[in-house]
């Protein structure tokens, strides 16, 4: 009887040791970590495949991106309790609120791409529009002043340069093979200042429709055509970023999205590469040219723009924005004015006009014809000369 109590307790206890082992040991899963050279033994043909052509093409792209960090200065009026306003209200026999205007700097961010080894750089021009400095930050974190070189409005690209050498270019392809339904890649920096990294970020779609023309809706007219469409993630910080295909080639510079929340609902819009590098190239071989200034923003008049602001089209440039104080303004154009003639010569594309601007001085006299309501208006305009750093024509 003993013998058999002494067993069934060494039994109990042999159970409850084992028992106890179990419940504290660590699972072998967390116990060490497997070599990343490719030996172990899970490797498979997914394994293998995980460095894909997306992979690869991220990877290459992904060195030449960087930060577009801009600042620039608004003028805000605000309720002012001090102010005497009781002259106010005889004067104009009512009351209405005594506003102090200031002056508040505002950061912005964005998404650039480098196109050669000596420092020149695409973005977006609403990136860099109307702003009073620009810088770019590298991946490597650091930071150095960029000069802007000029921009299109029309096709919002914009050309900055940074004084560094030795600089990793992206690969520009061919925009007019895109493929709608072939993989498409979105690298930027969306939210920079949020994730606190300065390496890009990338999300991955296919191209979902090319030729597409669209109205953006802020305060000004900017109505952009033939854009790729896709459904890479675009959110903000990535304006200006590449938009890149399977074989590592920049396809587009992405630049707008339909959203109702603020961020990506797989709408996203890219200008083709091949506008942007017809406009890069004419922007750097011509921006020393410019001696004379008039202060207007403007679209070239098309089909698809004239059906947008219900207008006849009878060709011609659409004014979009007029710079606050410029010649233009100052002579009473306004936003949705369309040029027809300038100097006496019709005027159908940006370059047309630009032509003209630039063979006078400040200072010359022009005559301008415009159209405003459908009724044409013609006039002298001086124009003036072009401030620092400002892409308007």
């Known amino acids: 009887m003993n013998r058999l109590l002494i067993t069934a307790v060494l039994i109990f206890s042999v159970i409850n040791i084992a028992g106890c082992d179990q419940s504290e040991k660590t699972p072998e899963a967390l116990m060490h970590t497997p070599p990343n050279d490719g030996t172990a033994e899970t490797t ?15 990877e290459e792209v992904g060195k030449s991106v960087v930060t577009v960090k801009t600042v620039k200065t608004v003028r805000r009026k605000v309720f002012d309790p001090f102010s005497d306003f009781f002259s106010d209200f005889f004067r104009e026999f009512y009351w209405s609120p005594p506003l102090k205007e200031y002056k508040q700097e505002v950061p912005g961010l964005g998404s650039g791409f480098i196109i050669s080894d000596d420092g020149y750089i695409l973005t977006a021009e609403h990136v860099v529009h109307g702003v009073d400095s620009v810088k770019v930050q590298f991946s490597d974190g650091s930071e150095i002043p960029a000069e802007f070189i000029g921009s299109d409005y029309y096709a ?53 429709a090319k030729g597409r023309t669209m109205r953006r809706v802020d305060n000004t007219i900017r109505i952009s055509e033939n854009l790729i469409q896709t459904d890479a ?41 091949n506008t942007a590098r017809k406009v890069a190239r ?19 008049v098309t089909e698809s723009i004239a059906y947008v602001m219900e207008f006849k089209n009878e060709g011609g440039l659409l004014i979009a924005e007029v710079v606050v104080d410029s010649p233009a303004y100052n002579a009473g154009l306004r936003s949705g004015d369309v040029i027809v003639s300038f100097d006496g010569k019709k005027v159908h594309k940006t370059e047309e006009f630009d032509r003209v601007v630039f063979s006078h001085r400040a200072g010359d006299e022009v005559e301008l014809t415009i159209r405003r309501a459908g009724k044409k208006m013609t006039g002298k305009i001086r124009l003036g000369r072009p401030p620092e750093g400002e892409a308007g024509r």
């Open 44 to 58: 498979s043909d997914i394994t293998l495949s995980r460095q894909n052509a997306i992979v690869v093409a991220a």
């Open 156 to 208: 919002d690209v914009a050309v900055l340069k940074v004084n560094k050498d030795n600089l990793p270019p992206a690969r520009l392809g061919n925009s007019d093979s895109v493929i709608v339904g072939e993989w498409s890649i979105a690298i930027g920096h969306p939210f920079a200042e949020a994730v606190g990294s300065p390496q890009p970020s990338v999300t991955v779609g296919v191209i979902s």
């Open 233 to 273: 993630a675009i959110n903000p910080g990535n304006s200006g970023g590449p938009l890149v295909n399977a074989n590592g080639e920049v396809i587009g510079i992405n630049t707008a999205i339909i959203t109702t929340s603020g961020g990506s609902l797989g709408i996203g819009f890219a200008v083709p590469i």
């Open 282 to 300: 004419y922007i750097i071989e011509n921006h020393d040219k410019r001696k004379s200034w008039l202060g207007v923003y403007l679209i070239p």
